[in-house]
């Protein structure tokens, strides 16, 4: 089990993979963000983006998800008080594959009783190595 003292500024790490499909961005979409560069093919061709692409809140439920996989099961991780300098500079496309890198920024011992705060570089990427996602995690951690 990671606990608090265990974690360093300048730890990196790197989790999980993930494709995304199609008819995911589009239910997605239909539901939170119905744009329709989201959620109609025909109308996403024609669009500032030339094809269908997810909505930016999609890759960052889908960030989450790696996140949640890759730290929580075997960490004192106690979710987070939010996100700093949200950007997504590249639009996540069908067929994208995804993945998460971390780099541990600065960590505050005393942010409550028993609980550190660990500020993070949190970026997801392609396959290729293009950014998709950008944002300063803000995550607490149970100390020993």
Known sequence: MEYFEDIEVGDTREYGSYTVEAEEIMEFAGQYDPQPFHTDEEAAAESFFGGLVA?????????????????????????????????WPNPVRPGDELHVETEVLETEADYRPGVGLVRSRVETFDAEGELKQHFVSRALYGQR
């Open 55 to 87: 909505s930016g809140w999609h890759t960052s439920a889908i960030t989450m998800r790696l996140l949640v996989t890759g730290i929580f099961p075997d960490t004192s991780a106690m979710g987070a008080v939010g996100v700093d300098e949200l950007r």
